[in-house]
């Protein structure tokens, strides 16, 4: 199945 | 000190309605370009980034950075006290333990006054790359919303795919599947319903449909939605809101098979 990612493995923090 | 004025109380409500249930506790950052808010859902799977800009207030002044840290749920009890064409004035001390609402009716003598306790909020702030969107889907709102509400009867995520032929929403769920597929629509008489699909190359992801219809709370901000989309980086649903002001939501995709 699939499985949902985080937002944060996309956008690192500033 | 910050003092920012709004032609209508309405604005503020629906922004707040359509976020509240995503985040709870947020800072609105406020500088002379405007008030901007970024935060994440408890899960870290959506984004909300908003920003109005100093432009959609009239008058505005925010002489230095200010940090409102806010809790929605009290936004939400005391914007429940303005009138949607209410004028709204917020102002904030420039170390303020409260921020200031004042509503006045624009067509009587009434003057509502409240203050909300401002919260520490710690929040982690994240860069958002410029994306070149490999897809960009430009809808009414209501037929977006209502896609992700049909579809959520019949399963948890949906894929979008879009290819020169169209956008289409599938999904796949215990009791069968469904999809909806719209094709680039121009009407000229009903610019309102027009369908625009920008592609430079196919596009087919998976999200979640909980978050999705989240989103579309956002609806009655504005006629048409943005859904943006590149293979492996999260959906962007936006709302244009007047004076180049937004509402986006980012959305993590759901990956693997």
């Known amino acids: 199945a699939r499985h949902q990612t985080n937002i944060t493995s996309y956008f690192c923090p500033r | ?257």
Request: a negative charge; hydrophobic letters at 40%; aromatic letters at 6%.
């Open chain 2, 1 to 257: 000190m910050l003092e920012a004025r709004l032609e209508q109380a309405e604005l503020l409500k629906k922004v707040v309605d359509a976020i509240k249930d995503l985040v709870q506790d947020c800072n609105f950052d406020c500088n002379d370009s405007g008030v901007a808010l970024q935060a994440m859902d408890n899960s870290h799977v959506a984004l909300v980034s908003m920003m109005l800009k100093s432009e959609a207030f009239s008058p505005f002044r925010c002489d230095r950075n200010i940090a409102l840290g806010i809790n929605l749920s009290s936004l939400t009890k005391v914007l429940r006290c303005a009138q949607n064409n209410d004028i709204l004035t917020v102002k904030a001390e420039d170390a303020p333990d409260v921020v200031n609402l004042m509503f006045e009716s624009s067509d009587s003598d009434r003057l509502s006054e409240y203050d909300i306790k401002l919260m520490d909020i710690d929040q982690e702030h994240l860069g958002i790359p410029e994306t070149e969107y490999a897809a960009t889907v430009t809808m009414p709102s209501p037929e977006f919303q209502r896609i992700c509400r049909d579809l959520s009867a019949l399963s948890e995520s949906v894929s979008i795919e879009c290819t020169k032929e169209g956008v289409k929403f599938a999904c796949n769920g215990d009791i069968g599947s469904g999809a909806v597929t719209l094709r680039s629509h121009s009407d000229v008489e009903n610019p309102d319903q027009n369908i625009k699909i920008d592609l430079t190359e196919p596009v087919a992801l998976t999200f979640s449909l909980k978050y999705l219809s989240n989103f579309c709370k956002a609806s009655g901000l504005a006629k048409s939605v943005n859904i943006c989309l590149s293979n492996e980086v999260p959906l962007l649903v936006e709302y244009g809101l007047a004076a180049n002001s937004y509402l986006r939501f980012y959305l993590a995709p759901k990956i693997g098979d």
